[in-house]
């Protein structure tokens, strides 16, 4: 069974501090999706990452996979009250169906 | 564009009551799926979509849980004999298929009482 981790679950940042939040996955898959949830709202879609050594960036998240290790990072540059949410990893079954396997989330708020 | 509608936003209820939660993907999105998510958790796969077929239902819990999408287009959840621990969001999404990303709707918060 697909098992995905993310941590840490709980982020407080500092303004203009980067981060990393980590999503381990425990069998093999070629396609990692990161979401973005704001409180009360639906997942925002924000990175499809699809082969080893892909990485993507929009804005200061920037995304990377690495399936040999099934590990995928999200890094936050500058941390602003804007990237404020919970970030989510999913995973891809593909058995037939593109069934997500997702995290558990992790939350990020900013320091006052 | 108009992106995955789902009515109602909320809907509460009593125990052993039905309910029906209604999808409307994005036009032209031949997949759609079905996701349950309870507080500070990630979503759970119910039912994935094909065109009319459910083409995998491994994710509803029970019997009770049932879910049809006859004209290949709107979806609908349905929950016999409902139960306190069905309460969380219930999420649809929508996609071309295959790799394509799925796009969420904004969900329908289900509360048993």
């Known amino acids: 069974e697909l098992k995905v981790e993310q941590n840490p679950l709980f982020l407080s940042m500092q303004e203009g501090k980067n981060y990393t939040i980590y999503c381990n996955y425990s069998t093999t898959s070629d396609r990692l999706y990161w979401y973005r949830q704001d409180p009360g709202k639906s997942l925002e879609s924000l990175f499809v990452?699809?082969?080893?050594?892909a990485v993507k960036q929009e804005g200061r998240l920037m995304a990377s996979l690495d399936t040999k290790a099934r590990l995928s990072t999200l890094h936050i540059t500058a941390a602003g009250h804007d990237l404020s949410a919970t970030y989510f990893c999913a995973v891809d079954t593909y058995q037939g169906a593109q069934k997500l396997v997702f995290g558990q989330g992790t939350r990020l708020t900013i320091n006052p | 564009g108009a992106g995955v509608s789902q009515t109602p936003s909320n809907k509460v209820t009593e125990k052993g009551k039905y309910v029906e939660l209604r999808c409307d993907p994005i036009?032209?999105?031949?997949?759609l799926y079905w996701y349950r998510q309870s507080l500070g958790q990630g979503p759970e796969f119910l039912i994935y979509?094909?065109?009319?077929?459910?083409?995998?239902d491994s994710g509803l819990p029970n019997d009770r849980f049932f879910a049809v999408r006859p004209e290949g287009s709107v979806s609908t959840l349905k929950i016999q004999r409902t139960e306190r621990g069905d309460s969380a969001v219930y999420l649809c999404?929508?996609?071309?298929?295959?790799?394509?990303?799925?796009?969420f709707g904004p969900g329908t918060r289900l509360t048993v009482l």
């Open positions: 979509f094909q065109g009319t077929g459910a083409a995998d």
């Open positions: 036009s032209g999105h031949t997949a």
């Open positions: 990452l699809l082969s080893n050594g």
């Open positions: 999404a929508s996609s071309y298929g295959g790799l394509d990303t799925q796009y």
